[in-house]
């Protein structure tokens, strides 16, 4: 069974910082791209970070780049987003998601699985 389950989000304070895991099962983990999703209440789905494991290559979001950095542990099969700088419009529910082809997770939004989420509420 395929499972990606994220954690690590709370409550924090703007200009504070978060770790959110995702750990992946079910799998080969380096088969695969792994990217974080975000989505607000009432808002558009927006793209965090994504990393391709084939190359290590890395792909940013705008609104994050300078502020957030993901890394991955293939022992541990689990990919990390580092979220520093936190801002009220960082907060949203997190989600990991898991694609064999980077262009299509990346780009067109379209994993083959999907995480459950975890919320991330940054107050002023």
């Known amino acids: 069974e395929v499972q990606l389950v994220e954690s690590g989000g709370g409550l924090v304070q703007a200009g504070g910082s978060l770790r959110l895991s995702c750990a992946a099962s079910?799998?080969?983990?380096?088969?695969?791209?792994i990217a974080w999703f975000r989505q607000a209440p009432g808002k558009e789905r927006e793209k965090v970070f994504c990393?391709?494991?084939?190359?290590?290559?890395?792909y940013v979001g705008d609104s994050v780049e300078g502020r957030f950095t993901i890394s991955s542990d293939s022992a541990k099969n689990t990919v990390y987003l580092e979220m520093n700088t936190l801002k009220p419009e960082d907060t949203a529910r997190y989600y990991c998601?898991?694609?064999?082809?980077?262009?299509?997770?990346?780009?067109?939004?379209?994993?083959?699985?999907w995480g459950q989420g975890t919320q991330v509420t940054v107050s002023s």
């Open positions: 079910g799998f080969t983990f380096d088969d695969y791209a």
């Open positions: 990393i391709s494991h084939s190359d290590g290559s890395k």
């Open positions: 998601a898991a694609g064999k082809s980077p262009f299509r997770l990346w780009v067109l939004q379209q994993p083959d699985y």
